[in-house]
């Protein structure tokens, strides 16, 4: 199984790597296929619907009258063609390489009445569809306005997709920190289908192609991008469906569909355009596959997905009747884009359901942590942390380590409860963590001991802190005047020949010294403050 894994991914890289070579040079070298692209300042006349076949070549009369320096706007003619106004050539070009490529055409002043003809190599009735789809005569601030109004939709969903993208690409990332496992991090291939879709849509859409003058090279991206799209959707589909082993042969079949239309078209032996109704044919049986493949596996996870996955081949088939129709239209990209928009709401929607499980989850388990780790009395950490840290600071060059422990405790719950005595506790432990907080980590790792861990505090430091401790709780009391006595002690690593193991039998010894010190004070009524350590 795992031999099989590997050669799956060994072969899917492979067909990465072809695709991106293929991609990078087929880019490149459409690069500098441009079209012919001017401006005009005159009303618009649409033409579409006006022209006839008159053997290999499409006709369409002129208006009488039009304003000088018109251009003629043609759409989504494929191969090399001829325009004449009368008997005069106006404009001749080689193959644009560009399906939906977009052309404006200098039209001569006198030519209004005489007959428009146009003569192209791929078919008569092809170019006749593509003239009588998708042709007008006009100003330059005419047709502007018409081809934005015509793909501001393009405009929208790639703004759409880039946020989309990226908010998703975001949670992804901010997901794999909460659980590796968890099924969003398949949000991070959803990303790269969104910005892909959208990459797809404003490069085939004509406007982008018009303002930059590089038909070919928008036209590529476009198709590529095309290509790539069932690529990444079919991946996010393995993710949430992991044992359905058909979607990985699907997707392997995408990536070598896209590898070899772009073969095809580097080698000149098909246009690359054409072989999109290849892929058309195959996201026919990719809607088939992927319905079937959910209805077996319906989870509460996965339904919301199921019904996005729907909505989107379903404007994906209408696409694909509307594009074979009427190719001229734009309406089957808007399709497109509303079907997109329809699975990215249902996957953000069940997203959203996972990451507030899996929040609820890691927050229940940090709740846990933080009570297998803290003492639930003063708030300090207790032995597991204190014995947790240790494994951190074992290494350190300057490590200290004070002891503490509370004299009269028990004398405290004894004689006045263990209220009182909880009382005592907390006191303690404020008025160490006052002290000692600022270098270092505080912990309760008994009934009635404490213990400050400092890094990079020398012994003569911590001979200045229990000092400021001492003055500190010297006149400190709780309940009817109970006073709060702490004796403490401490060591470093700094000392001659203490290492870290030394460091807590050595500080509690002398911990225990100062307790002796403060009871023999105590019982002689001396007021000197004895700090021994």
Known sequence: MARGQT???????????????????????????????????????????????????????????????????????QGAFEVRVGDEVIYRTRDTGAATAILWIPLPDDGGGKELQVTGEGGSLSLLNALNGSSALGTR?????????????????????????????????RQRHLDANSPVHAM????????????????DAQFLQFLTGRTGFCAMVSVVAFFLMPVFFL??????????????????????LTALALFLQF???????????VLHLFLVVMF????????????????????????????EITTLVVYYLNPTSRLYSAILCLGVVLLVISCLGVWFDWYLR???????????????????????????????????????????????????????????????????IKAS???????????????????????????????????????????????????SGIPVEVACGAASTREEGVSFKDLYRLADSRMYENKKAMKRTRQSGSAAELVRI
């Open 141 to 173: 601030a005419a047709l502007q306005e018409r081809l934005f109004r015509s793909n501001f939709y393009a405009l929208l969903f790639f703004i759409f997709s880039v946020i989309a993208s990226v908010f998703v690409f975001y949670i992804s990332i």
């Open 288 to 315: 088939i596959v992927t319905v079937d493949m959910f209805s077996k596996n319906r989870t509460k996870d996965n339904q919301g997905i199921l019904v996005g996955c729907v909505a989107y081949f379903f404007c």
């Open 358 to 424: 899996d929040l609820g989850r890691v927050a229940k388990d940090d709740a846990y942590r933080d009570m297998a780790y803290r003492d639930f009395l003063t708030g300090l950490g207790n032995r597991a942390a204190y014995e947790r840290d240790c494994e951190r600071v074992d290494t350190a060059p300057n490590v200290t380590l004070v002891m503490f422990d509370i004299n009269g405790l028990k004398q405290t719950n004894d004689t006045f409860g263990h209220a009182m005595g909880d009382d005592l």
């Open 7 to 77: 050669e799956t991914n060994r072969n899917r890289i492979l067909l990465w790597i072809l695709v991106g070579l293929l991609s990078v040079i087929l880019l490149v070298r459409n690069g500098s296929a441009n079209a012919d692209v001017l401006k005009a300042d005159y009303p618009a006349q649409n033409l579409a619907g006006t022209w006839r076949e008159d053997g290999d070549t499409c006709k369409a009369t002129l208006p009488k009258s039009y304003p000088s320096r018109s251009v003629l706007e043609v759409s989504s003619i």
């Open 267 to 277: 080698t000149g032996i098909l246009s690359a355009y054409y072989f999109v109704r």
């Open 188 to 203: 991070g291939v959803l990303g790269a289908f969104i910005l892909c879709s959208g990459i797809w849509a404003i490069t």
């Open 429 to 479: 432990a404020d008025g160490i963590r006052e002290t000692f907080a600022p270098y270092g980590t505080i912990y309760r790792i008994g009934g009635d001991e404490f213990l400050a861990l400092l890094n990079g505090v020398t012994r003569e430091e911590a001979q200045h802190l229990q000092a400021a401790f001492a003055e500190r709780m010297r006149d400190k009391r709780i309940g």
């Open 235 to 256: 991946q996010f589909l393995e993710v949430l469906l992991p044992k359905a082993r058909v979607l990985v042969w699907l997707e392997r079949c995408a990536l070598t």
